[in-house]
């Protein structure tokens, strides 16, 4: 109920933003800038490090699929808009006692489309799809237990849920609480801005955006989603191995549809964030 409540009030906000001059100027289309990527990633699952059977199932299934050709008819289907799968979960609250070996708890955050996020209140994307798959390979009921992003290493290192399965970019610092398991996905981050934007129009590079975005003043408000690789390389990291851009203003999100509303309304001024889910951000932004 809370997490209804929480969608209903957030889409009232949303909407209240769009035609009330006083919440910001005039919404306007945003564009990617797909073609110039930030960085180089890959994607996997988080699994507590003592956790061995559990890892050793997850990486045979994922060699199953790629081996077969499914994990890339997986993904491309939700690319494309044709996947049918959606979830939900079959209790309300996560499962505890001696139901709980019963089941597999998949730790996310259900607002990265196309790899998760919400159909209705019923859950959909990628890694959803392959949980589904990981948790009949186990012979148990699949429950996802939706979180902020950056709980979701720390709800897997403590044991609360099972494993991580969130868009996850592999890394060292990570490394140091969680093991990850084989990759199944490459991404990149990319810049988002208002369709009308003129700081980086002539921009033919991705070091052309960095050597703009290093120009900027700290009244240049970058958008990012709090915990993910976004919100370091703009902030700075040194565990992940960023320097990020002190110039500016790093401004973080709870999702990256918020960060992309709001430079739509014009209280921000760009948004970083990773390629696919940023493309399919922005093409439900400026329907």
Do not use: H, W
Request: glycine share 8%; charged share 25%.
């Amino acid at each position: 109920m809370k997490k209804i409540i929480a969608l209903a009030l957030a889409a009232v906000l949303a909407a209240t933003c769009l035609i009330m001059a006083g919440c910001g100027t005039e919404k306007a289309a945003v564009k990617v800038y797909t073609e110039y990527e930030l960085t180089a990633e890959e994607y996997a699952f988080a699994i507590a490090k003592e956790n061995t059977e559990l890892m050793t199932a997850a990486n045979e299934l994922l060699a199953d699929l790629k081996a077969s050709g499914e994990l890339d008819k997986i993904i491309n289907s939700f690319f494309d808009g044709s996947a049918e799968f959606i979830y939900e979960n079959p209790v309300a609250t996560v499962p505890t006692g001696a139901e709980r070996e019963n089941y597999l708890v998949v730790a996310t955050n259900a607002y990265f489309p196309p790899f998760e996020y919400y159909e209705g209140n019923k859950l959909t994307g990628v890694d959803m799809k392959i949980a589904s798959l990981l948790a009949e390979k186990l012979g148990k009921t699949l429950y996802i237990y939706d979180m902020e992003f950056d709980s979701v290493v720390i709800s897997v290192k403590n044991g609360d849920s099972d494993i991580g399965m969130a868009g996850m970019t592999v890394n060292e610092e990570r490394k140091k609480s969680i093991d990850f398991t084989t990759e199944y996905y490459k991404s990149a981050q990319v810049l988002v801005v208002r369709e009308n934007d003129e700081v980086f129009a002539g921009c033919k590079s991705a070091d052309d955006i960095i050597a703009k975005l290093s120009e900027q003043t700290t009244a240049f408000q970058v958008g990012t989603q709090n915990g993910t690789t976004g919100y370091m390389y703009s902030a700075g990291d040194e565990g992940f191995g960023y320097d990020g851009f002190k110039n500016l203003t790093t401004r973080g999100y709870t999702t990256g549809a918020l960060a992309i509303l709001d430079l739509a309304n014009g209280k921000i001024d760009a948004v970083i964030l990773d390629k696919q889910p940023a493309i399919m951000i922005a093409e439900s932004t400026n329907k």
